[in-house]
């Protein structure tokens, strides 16, 4: 299956996809030094939750798709250096514009964070509504 949507996303910053198939995603993450927040290599979660928004956004799989809510845990602190890997599914029987999609990162067999995100699939490209008014 290829992806359909996010297609100039830098896999430096939110991950390379490493499987894919309908209604789920995983994707992998090594952090980066200028990802660290601080003097000891804390990663600022923001570089953790965008894994997490990428990986939801590929289990739906939509060119239009758009995040419009998120509610997530964080659990563990990531370092730099460490490998991460989100896994996204998709709520079974979804379909139509609003869609839920689980979403864990895990270091290894731990999770460093986990929650929900709401998705929208919109008929038009997000952008597309910027002229009208």
Do not use: W
């Not at 830098?10 to 003097?39: H, Y």
């Not at 989100?86 to 986990?114: C, F, N, P, Y």
């Amino acid at each position: 299956m290829e992806a359909r949507t996010h297609l100039q996303i830098s896999p430096r910053l939110v991950g390379a996809p490493i499987a894919l198939s309908p209604g789920r995603a995983e994707v992998a993450l090594t952090t980066l030094p200028e990802m660290a927040a601080d003097e000891h290599g804390l990663v600022h979660g923001g570089f953790i939750f965008g894994l997490a928004d990428y990986a939801a956004m590929l289990a739906v799989n939509h060119p239009n798709v758009v995040l419009g809510g998120a509610e997530l845990r964080f659990l563990k602190p990531v370092v730099v250096g460490d490998e991460v890997v989100a896994i996204a599914t998709e709520a079974a029987g979804e379909g139509g514009k609003k869609r839920r999609v689980s979403v864990e990162v895990r270091r290894g067999d731990e999770v460093v964070l986990s929650g929900e995100l709401t998705c929208f699939v919109l008929e038009t490209h997000v952008l597309a509504r910027r002229g009208a008014g």
